[in-house]
């Protein structure tokens, strides 16, 4: 069972239009963070949220932790082919010490 | 930023030979390290956790005499399979700590033929 369940799984859009991953789960937690992943390569860290309702943004990237603290989403503004990849969320390192991602949004950006 | 180095990148072996990773992070102390195994257009899931000088952590249906792991100091952590088959053919990733944040490395191609 994986702890943050991630919606959608798979998008692909065109090159302009916008769009928004969620990730939610029904544990509370002190914080999430987003990363970003291409083929072939590593995990990078997009933002860490910290406070409920906290909007962050990054550019065309727009990050928001649910004032309960149990989900997070992040939009993105007039997406460009640079933003395909695997986007995963991860709650907080101090639950049970361990990093651990939710299932993932594969994106594709067609130009 | 902090950067953790992975080696190799890509590695092809011979079933029933092993393969040793190393995961090192270049800038700072890591008092843990996670170990990931990634398939194909999925995410990753978490093999184990090592921490320094203490034995690793496995998560549950990871065979803990088939993946070694060491982490010998608080910049190295290496991940053996052992007698490798292709079944372990995989995107395999580690994950540095420090502080409340996590960086990764670039991540090992393994392929046993």
């Known amino acids: 069972t994986q702890l943050l369940e991630q919606s959608p799984q798979f998008l692909s859009i065109q090159e302009g239009e916008n769009l928004t991953v969620y990730c939610n789960s029904s544990?509370?937690?002190?914080?999430l963070q987003w990363y970003r992943q291409e083929p072939g390569e590593g995990p990078v860290l997009l933002v860490t949220?910290?406070?409920?309702?906290e909007v962050k943004k990054l550019k065309r990237l727009t990050f928001q932790f649910g004032d309960a603290r149990k989900d997070s989403s992040l939009h993105i503004t007039a997406a460009q082919p640079g933003d395909t990849g695997l986007y995963l969320c991860?709650?907080?390192?101090?639950?049970?010490?361990?990093?651990?991602f939710g299932a993932g949004t594969i994106l594709r950006v067609k130009s | 930023g902090a950067v953790v180095s992975q080696h190799p990148s890509r590695v092809i072996c011979k079933s029933g030979t092993s393969v040793k990773i190393e995961c090192r992070s270049l800038?700072?102390?890591?008092?843990?390290m996670f170990w990931y195994r990634q398939f194909p257009k999925q995410s990753l899931m978490l093999m184990a956790t090592s921490n320094e000088g203490s034995k690793a952590t496995y998560e549950q249906g990871v065979e803990k005499d088939k993946f070694l792991i060491n982490h010998a100091s608080l910049t190295l952590s290496t991940l053996t399979v052992t007698s490798a088959h292709p079944e372990d053919s995989s995107f395999y990733i580690c994950?540095?700590?420090?502080?409340?944040?996590?960086?990764f490395g670039q991540g090992t191609r393994l392929t046993v033929v």
């Open positions: 991860a709650p907080h390192m101090e639950y049970g010490n361990k990093l651990v």
């Open positions: 544990s509370v937690f002190s914080s």
């Open positions: 800038d700072f102390q890591a008092t843990t």
């Open positions: 994950s540095a700590r420090t502080g409340v944040l996590a960086f």
């Open positions: 949220v910290v406070t409920g309702g």
